[in-house]
């Protein structure tokens, strides 16, 4: 089915709109309003609405006293239920993927894409570029969710990994000299190399618990990016406590 104008209009606002949130450059508390939006966006108030709507859905925006909507505020221990919740459901999409049985050229696919990310370590072990392992990262995570052969499954995994800090993203962009960040991405390197072993030999119980631990690598980066001084993220704006 083709989509309509408004259709369209309404994702693209959502998606800007979601960009911001989660890089902070619409603070917790925010109001938003749809004649501004609509404006900047050069597109009518309808999308807008919509597109408000969706993001009140996703968590991210909630309904104004009086109508419209503000930015979500989220407290330190919303954030780290968000990590732990998309633990979970990567972990369910990644054992009922195992145990359905996955064919042998989406293993290779999958495959490919951490040779990828392999091929940016340097000899001395350096961490590839950030910002291609940012991109490579979202991608295996987002090809992996899609080996899930239920809808459900997919559907809420991507909505949960639209919070702040839950995407297996979230804080790929450190400074280089960073030990801590280094040997992060070593173990998730190491994650998924075994993640894709244990769905291509259909351990399902293993692929799951694989992947809540590869969650658990997020929770550190936040612990680490809200302790650490002088790295202020914007994001963090989120956060009330």
């Given amino acids: 089915m083709t989509e309509t104008r408004g259709s369209t209009h309404a994702k693209r606002a959502a998606y800007d709109l979601r960009q911001r949130i989660v890089k902070g450059e619409l603070p917790g508390g925010t109001r938003l ?26 968590g991210l925006l909630e309904r104004a006293r009086g109508g419209g909507f503000v930015v979500r505020s989220f407290t330190y221990a919303d954030v780290l239920d968000a990590i732990e919740l998309r633990g979970v459901l990567e972990g369910t999409a990644l054992r009922l993927a195992a145990e359905a049985g996955v064919s042998s050229e989406k293993i290779q696919h999958i495959k ?11 000899a001395a072990g350096d961490p590839p570029d950030l910002e291609a392992y940012s991109g490579l ?31 297996p993203s979230a804080f790929v962009f450190r400074r280089r000299e960073s030990q801590t960040m280094t040997q ?17 030999r259909r351990e399902g119980a293993r692929a799951e618990a694989l992947a809540r631990e590869h969650a658990l690598i997020a929770r550190r ?12 993220n914007p994001a963090l704006a989120l956060i009330v406590d």
């Fill in 33 to 58: 309003y749809e004649v501004a939006l609509a404006e900047e966006l050069e597109i009518s108030r309808t999308p807008v609405r919509e597109a408000m709507s969706r993001l009140a859905e996703e």
């Fill in 137 to 167: 990262n979202e991608q295996f995570h987002d090809d992996i969710a899609d080996l899930c052969p239920s809808g459900i499954v997919r559907s809420e995994l991507q909505r949960v990994k639209s919070l702040p800090f839950a995407s």
């Fill in 184 to 200: 992060s991405i070593v173990i998730a390197q190491a994650h998924h190399h075994a993640m894709i072993e244990a769905i291509e």
């Fill in 221 to 232: 980066n936040l612990e680490e990016k809200a302790l650490a001084p002088g790295e202020g």
């Fill in 112 to 122: 490919g894409l951490i040779a990828q990310i392999d091929a940016g370590f340097s």
